[in-house]
């Protein structure tokens, strides 16, 4: 179950931020190093000895020797062409271990990197490794080269080395896809979802919840309410029965994700603008509750101030929610190093923005309708969904003045309608 879930959760992210290969590459003296984040899955090291003679050469996932895991390189002598890949740990300033069992096994793979013959005389080694999606910085790591190459068995004993450093490299530039060969640790797949993935959701369920669901209740409010009394039933639903878990869990995620990274909250502007606008959505539940409770309160008006307070406030949670996703696009590449959401995501949000806005005023056209519907005072009371109401007009009868005029202007919509009946 967890591991089918990682699947979807992998493609939907493949969706959303494409396929996704970041890294960096660099030369010192000594090496050449090119290093691969796929899919935010896999590293892929690509290391070719350049200096002159290449005895071993070792990266280490850590910043000191003492308590890091290592890969060791050389060259094979029984086997020419080939080369000895061994990991190690490193126990302090002394000759790393064999590690038999390392967290993380390193796989050998082909190389993509090819150089000049003038360049170097030695091979390149590729090797995957899991990424580690805790490790706060993968690019930093520490390095050894020595000239004198050990014995063709990747237990050698290691001389030791002629230089040591650290590399600490961003990782963050696009580079073109790797295909990844190393699955992951199934240990790594029932863990609780990485930060990346987080995020996406957190991503993903508040745009859902804010852009689509939230304006889909409006809309069925906007629309609904001089044709059925049921209106009401399905705009609650979709707010308040649909919306609030949704929300609920993409927001939560924020914070969560923001936990991962050691960092203080609400931070920037996504993240107290987010915050408030969490505030809002809460807001409207409560007000949407107590113009319900309160619809048929003896001589209220049908529009008192706290309803049409939820309307304005409605509207402009929803308007906020458009700013605020795309900050969150923003959000996504400054806090995570990623390149930028895919393009149709920001297609997507300019199309919406301008469709949204269009189809709510459209409904506006029926305000006329529900005015004299109100002034009529239906109330429904005795229809079956009498609790419900097509206008939120107080459910005691109002004297019913019917104008010459409005009759005309309204009596052949009513007689289209059958929950309009007359007195
Ligand atoms: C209406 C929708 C959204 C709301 C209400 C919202 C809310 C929040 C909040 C409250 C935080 C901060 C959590 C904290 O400070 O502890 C946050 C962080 C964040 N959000 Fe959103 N967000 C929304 C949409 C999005 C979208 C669409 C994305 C795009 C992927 C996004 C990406 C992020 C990122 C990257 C962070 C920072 C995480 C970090 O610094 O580690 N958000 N969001
Ligand atoms: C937080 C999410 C909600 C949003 C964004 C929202 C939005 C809206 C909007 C835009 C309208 C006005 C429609 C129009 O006439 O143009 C409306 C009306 C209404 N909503 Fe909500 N609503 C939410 C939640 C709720 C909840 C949870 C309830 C009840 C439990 C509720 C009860 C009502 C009622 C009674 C009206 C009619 C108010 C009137 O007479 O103008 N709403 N809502
Ligand atoms: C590896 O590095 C070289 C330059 O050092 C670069 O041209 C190449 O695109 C890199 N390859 C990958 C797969 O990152
Ligand atoms: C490759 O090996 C030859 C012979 O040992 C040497 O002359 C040459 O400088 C080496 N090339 C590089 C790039 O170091
Ligand atoms: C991943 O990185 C974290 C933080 O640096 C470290 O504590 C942990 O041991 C690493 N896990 C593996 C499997 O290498």
């Not at 790393?96 to 993380?104: D, H, S």
């Not at 530039?173 to 996406?200: C, M, N, Y």
């Not at 959401?341 to 305000?367: E, N, Q, R, T």
């Not at 005691?396 to 104008?403: K, N, Q, T």
Request: hydrophobic residues 45%; proline residues 7%.
């Amino acid at each position: 179950m967890s591991f089918r879930l990682t699947s979807l959760l992998s493609l939907l992210w493949l969706a959303v931020v494409g396929a996704s290969s970041v890294g960096d590459s660099g030369c010192n003296l000594f090496f050449c190093l090119n290093i691969t984040i796929t899919n935010n899955e896999i590293m892929t090291y690509e290391i070719t000895p350049v200096f002159e003679p290449f005895g071993w050469v070792g990266l280490g996932f850590g910043r000191l020797m003492k308590n890091t895991h290592m890969v060791v390189m050389w060259d094979d002598e029984s086997n020419p062409g080939s080369r000895i890949v061994s990991q190690r740990y490193g126990v302090g300033h002394v000759e790393p271990v064999l590690e038999p069992n390392p967290p993380r096994i390193a796989t050998v793979v082909p190389s993509t990197v090819e150089f000049a013959p003038s360049k170097t005389n030695y091979s390149t080694t590729a090797f995957q490794i899991p990424f580690n999606k805790t490790d706060p910085r993968p690019g930093q790591i520490i390095w050894a080269y020595s000239l004198r190459r050990p014995d063709p068995d990747s237990s050698a004993d290691l001389t030791g080395h002629y230089v040591a450093g650290t590399v600490n490299m961003r990782l963050d530039k696009a580079v073109s896809g790797l295909e990844g060969v190393v699955t992951e640790d199934p240990k790594d797949a029932l863990a609780p979802l990485p930060r990346f993935q987080k995020l996406i959701w957190h991503g993903i369920l508040l745009s859902v919840g804010f852009l689509v669901l939230l304006p889909a209740g409006s809309l069925v409010a906007r629309w609904g309410r001089t044709f059925t009394p049921r209106w009401f039933k399905v705009h609650r639903l979709i707010n308040f029965g649909v919306a609030l878990p949704v929300i609920a869990a993409g927001f939560i995620l924020g914070p969560l994700a923001v936990l991962d990274r050691q960092a203080g909250h609400f931070a920037d502007a996504h993240q107290i603008c987010g915050l408030l606008l969490f505030a809002l959505y809460g807001a409207q539940l409560f007000l949407g509750r107590y113009i319900h409770a309160r619809r048929d309160a003896a001589g209220r008006s049908p529009h008192p101030p706290s309803n049409i307070l939820h309307a304005v406030l409605g509207i402009s949670t929803i308007a906020l929610a458009f700013l605020q996703v795309r900050s969150g696009f923003a959000e996504w590449s400054m806090r995570t190093g990623q390149p930028d959401l895919s393009h149709w995501c920001h297609d997507l949000w300019a199309a919406w923005a301008f469709i949204l806005p269009v189809a709510y005023v459209g409904g506006l056209v029926l305000l006329k309708r529900q005015f004299a519907q109100e002034k009529q005072g239906r109330s429904y009371a005795d229809s079956p969904e009498g609790k419900n109401y097509i206008a939120l007009a107080a459910a005691a009868p109002s004297p019913i003045m019917f104008d010459a005029e409005h009759e005309a202007a309204y009596s052949e919509l009513e007689t289209r309608v059958p929950l309009l009946h007359r007195p």
